[in-house]
């Protein structure tokens, strides 16, 4: 799971070029929205587009976004308990 979190950091700063962002600066538990890296609604519409491409995973609703986007922890798990299962995959 701590693979996984990393990786998302560090996806989350490329996405969203945060040039002046280390992942060891952002807090997995942390707020992502509206927290210390200034994340906003557009952001949020990127890091889906990006899970769902990167990961298979879908997040269709506003609900549901709410809750995966609360931080880097919460967006682990939804991936890990709602992506698509493969042999080569672990976390």
């Known amino acids: 799971m701590q693979q996984l979190i990393d990786e998302l950091k560090t996806k989350i700063i490329d996405t969203l070029y945060l040039e002046d962002i280390t992942s060891e600066k952002i807090d997995e538990n942390a707020p992502l929205v509206g927290g210390d890296l200034g994340i906003d ?38 991936i ?12």
């Open 41 to 78: 609604s557009i952001d949020i519409l990127e890091l889906v587009m990006m899970v769902e491409q990167d990961y298979g995973v879908v997040i269709d609703n506003k609900e549901v976004g709410e809750k995966v986007f609360a931080s880097v922890a919460a967006l682990a798990e939804y």
């Open 80 to 91: 890990r308990d709602n992506r698509p299962q493969t042999a080569d995959m672990s976390g």
